[in-house]
């Protein structure tokens, strides 16, 4: 055996370079079954963030769907989500630089169907009787804020028919999701379903289930409400093949399954567990029916997260054993399951589950797997104490490279990551975005701070009305916990998030003395601009997260970092996408600006093209790389691998 080097940590040299990362990997989302074939959406970054539509039939190759100058993916509540469908072999698509639906038949270019105006569309299914698509269309040619309907569009539309912008079938609210065709039948009409919720509410707080009859024109006649309300989250409803309509709420503070007929609703299978997710972006699903009596679905209950079988006649849950960790995008047919799942060794990959004998198969891997398994630190999952007499929870990753070992008595540098939402979580999927960190010997705490999901209703709303007060506060305490436990240097605390994550960094940053170093991916640094400056879906968020603008003014000043740089004296890197409509770039300007003229050292880096989210690779390289070097000057350490300089004021 190789003797191991002995290196400080952050300076041991790792093959899980920014490179690799951002080259290496793609990104999957929206899976679809059609017929024997499988369809889904790949975001490549190597194709400047392209996203691409790939078909796959068993035994066959792999095909790009969409031309490489189309972009398939939409903007409807900026975060987009389900963008496709496919109906005998026609694909439908959004296309991004015009948001314009396009159809694309085998052996042809695709062809516009929708008018070039500022309409977008997503969440797309078919009555194929009628070549009727129903869809949500999101309304930006008028003054202020976008009008969000349901509509129905004419398939036929283009060539020698006009364009169709839509045909509105349901108004009135503001928001609106998931549109759901009952299954054909000779005896009962077809029958639609969709969600829809109002300001301030956003899906996880409050969503309304609706059903009404599709008349022969494909309109929608009598509707009625089955289910949820200002305080009860639905998520995700299907009809199963049978013509019982499923549904998922969290009435009893946990997402479970329900079925609604003949006017009843009945809990399939109670539980203290989450079948459910914030509802971000169109089309995300967690179960799926393989037939009348059997539902593939994903659940998380303590962290941990499990796929399984309920029989919907008897009301048995099978859990399957598999060798993963976490399930996302749960599709189904008789005889299989398809699904992304991930492990803690492996990386995300669409998979196939062939239920009879539950043998499975990957059909697409997010990226190969070139790097040996031994650099791969596993999570530990942690319960940990904080504010109020509350545990909160989060996964600890120690440092590890089998190459090295650490000079004696000394501690890591701890990086603490704080998710994006702040309405989601963390799991323990294989990400080399984690291990870049810890193959250089910088461990890491990814925590999930109240208000995260997978724990129930009420842990959800830990947030409510303390938005930037729980989250920091639970960072900052699971840093104090691993500084106790001995197992990380309180000298050389980070903290790192994006978004909403970012605005937890710079509020840790500056209300409270634990971290020495941060970084803000795309963060808010100013709650009163974020009230103003954003996008239609986001626009009534705070209210719940802080208050209710501008009544509680004062609040969103005191929660705002970019009002305290006074009292801020620990140095930070900020990374900020140009043409982010969600968290303008004035947001990290202004707080560059106060944290340079503080005399504190700071680092901005700026991204041509960027939006929410870094999606070019080299972009991603170079913004990974620099917070690296960042810390690495912080922090005072030598770095194994030379990355490119970042200009540091006040250094």
Not at 100 to 115: D, H, S, V, W
Not at 195 to 217: K, Y
Request: aromatic fraction near 12%.
């Amino acid at each position: 055996m190789r003797e191991k080097k002995i290196g400080s940590y952050g300076s041991w040299v790792s093959p899980i370079t920014s490179e690799l990362i951002a080259s290496g990997g793609i990104g999957m989302g929206q899976i679809t079954l059609s017929g024997s074939e499988i369809y889904w959406n790949e975001m490549r970054p190597i194709e400047q963030g392209r996203n691409v539509i790939v078909r796959y039939k068993l035994g066959g190759e792999y095909i790009d769907m969409t031309p490489p100058d189309f972009n398939a993916r939409t903007r409807v509540h900026e975060y987009g989500g389900l963008c496709y469908t496919v109906v005998e072999g026609v694909l439908y698509f959004s296309n991004f630089a015009d948001q314009r639906l396009y159809r694309l038949k085998p052996g042809f270019q695709p062809e516009a169907i929708t008018p070039a105006e500022d309409l977008r569309y997503a969440d797309e299914v078919v009555d194929e009787d009628r070549m009727v698509m129903y869809c949500v269309r999101e309304d930006h040619t008028g003054v202020g804020e976008a009008v969000n309907t349901l509509v129905k569009l004419d398939l036929t539309a283009g060539g020698d028919k006009p364009l169709d912008p839509g045909y509105v079938i349901v108004s009135g609210n503001d928001f609106y999701s998931s549109p759901r065709l009952s299954p054909k039948s000779t005896s009962v009409p077809r029958k639609l379903a969709w969600l829809t919720w109002s300001h301030p509410n956003l899906p996880w707080d409050g969503t309304e289930l609706w059903v009404g009859e599709v008349l022969p024109d494909g309109t929608i006649g009598r509707s009625e409400k089955v289910a949820g309300g200002l305080s009860e989250s639905i998520f995700q409803p299907e009809w199963s093949p049978d013509g019982m309509l499923y549904f998922v709420s969290d009435r009893s503070n946990w997402w479970n399954l329900y079925r609604w007929s003949g006017g009843e609703t009945e809990a399939v299978y109670p539980m203290e567990a989450e079948f459910g997710l914030p509802q971000w972006v169109f089309g995300m699903a967690t179960y799926a029916f393989e037939s009348p009596e059997r539902i593939i679905c994903a659940y998380t209950r303590g962290g941990d997260s499990k796929l399984a079988i309920l029989n919907t006649t008897s009301r048995v849950l099978e859990p399957l054993d598999l060798p993963f960790t976490e399930f996302f995008r749960i599709v189904a047919s008789p005889g299989q399951a398809v699904f992304l799942a991930g492990s803690e060794s492996e990386p995300f990959a669409l998979v196939r589950l062939e239920l009879a004998c539950q043998k499975w198969e990957v059909l697409r891997w997010s990226r190969e797997v070139t790097i040996n398994r031994p650099f791969f630190s596993s999570p530990l999952e942690v319960e940990f104490p904080t504010e109020g007499g509350l545990t909160a929870f989060g996964y600890y990753y120690p440092p590890k490279n089998p190459n090295y070992r650490a000079v004696e008595d000394e501690k890591s540098p701890l990086l603490v990551m704080s998710h994006g939402g702040p309405t989601g979580a963390t799991g323990t999927g294989l990400d080399y975005h984690i291990q870049y960190w810890t193959s250089r010997g910088i461990a890491v705490m990814d925590v999930n701070y109240g208000g995260s999901t997978g724990y129930g209703r009420a842990y959800r709303q830990r947030l409510n009305g303390n938005w930037g007060v729980v989250d920091m506060d639970d960072c900052a305490n699971a840093a104090r916990y691993l500084v106790d436990k001995g197992w990380v240097d309180g000298n050389r605390l980070a903290i790192t998030g994006g978004s909403a994550g970012g605005y937890t960094t710079l509020c840790a940053l500056t209300f409270r003395n634990v971290f020495k170093a941060g970084a803000s991916h795309f963060g808010i640094g100013d709650l009163e601009t974020f009230v103003y400056d954003t996008h239609k879906f986001e626009s009534r968020y705070l209210d719940s997260l802080v208050g209710p603008y501008p009544e509680c003014k004062e609040i969103y000043q005191q929660r705002s970092p970019i009002n305290y740089v006074d009292h801020l004296s620990t140095p930070m890197i900020l990374l900020q996408g140009l043409e982010d409509k969600i968290v303008p770039p004035n947001q990290a300007e202004a707080m560059y600006q106060a944290v340079r003229a503080k005399g504190v050292p700071v680092a901005y880096l700026t991204f041509e093209g960027e939006q929410h989210g870094f999606r070019k690779s080299e972009n991603i390289q170079r913004a990974l790389d620099a917070e690296l070097y960042f810390y690495s000057k912080i922090f005072k350490f030598e770095l194994g691998q030379p990355v490119q300089p970042v200009v540091i004021e006040n250094l």
